[in-house]
């Protein structure tokens, strides 16, 4: 079965380009999740849908980050314009339903290195 | 906001030895998962204790949910080099938050 499907699986680009980031669910699944993973601050929401609909994205750092969900199965991850500090991993991650002691299966993430 | 605290941050052991990784939080979960994380990928899921003093085991992988449901332990015996990874807890509050994710405990296993 597929997983979580994440593109590109890195990605260096320089400050003030435009970024996105594309997660492919696992079908089914109808919770998405947005992470953001760096050693100083570890692994952090940054925003979830629930049936394609953004439920809760207090975690999104700044305006300069939105997130879409057109769909079932596609979702992106949208960076603009690029700083330094958005350096890090970013995970995808889908469940069934919208209970937090449902397992969330990630995507291997995509690496992102602003110059 | 709640916070998960595992400790220790970094653990290096032998081949065989046996260990323990924490995860505390001052905040009462429903749920808590734990993930393991290898270089390169996601995190996977290992287990989900739900039930205050909840024992599971997996092969040689102990896990244990504290009796007020603020903290877990993980026992792992006999550790095997494939056992080296990032391993993560994850609580779940149950409101709409979902998981909060603690820092992690980075293990090595040297054969």
Not at chain 1, 13 to 41: A, D
Not at chain 1, 66 to 77: E, G, I
Not at chain 1, 90 to 112: E, I, K, M, W
Not at chain 2, 40 to 49: M, N, W
Request: glycine share 10%; aromatic share 8%; charged share 20%.
């Amino acid at each position: 079965d597929a997983g979580v499907i994440q593109s590109p699986r890195h990605e260096v680009t320089e400050m003030g380009q435009e970024v996105t980031l594309r997660c492919k669910p696992i079908s089914g699944h109808n919770s998405l999740f947005w992470y953001r993973q760096t050693m100083m601050r570890g692994l952090e929401l940054l925003i979830y849908f629930n049936n394609n609909v953004p439920i809760d994205d207090s975690g999104m750092p700044e305006d300069r980050f939105s997130a879409k969900m057109p769909n079932a199965s596609f979702s992106t991850l949208k960076i603009q314009p690029s700083e330094p500090r958005d350096s890090a991993v970013y995970f995808c991650a889908s469940s069934l339903g919208v209970s937090g002691n449902q397992p969330q299966h990630f995507g291997d993430g995509t690496r992102l290195s602003i110059l | 906001t709640q916070l998960l605290e595992q400790s220790p941050q970094f653990l290096s052991i032998q081949e065989g030895e046996n260990l323990t990784v924490y995860c505390n939080s001052s905040s009462v979960f429903s749920s808590l998962q734990w993930y393991r994380q290898e270089p390169g990928e996601g995190p996977v899921l290992l287990v989900t204790v739900v039930t205050g003093g909840e024992v599971k085991k997996l092969k040689r992988l102990t896990f244990q949910f504290g009796d007020a449901r603020k903290d877990s332990s993980l026992h792992i015996t006999a550790a095997q080099p494939g056992d080296t990874g990032l391993y993560l807890c994850a609580g779940d509050s149950g409101s709409a938050r979902q998981l909060t994710f603690g820092s992690g405990t980075q293990l090595t296993v040297l054969p």
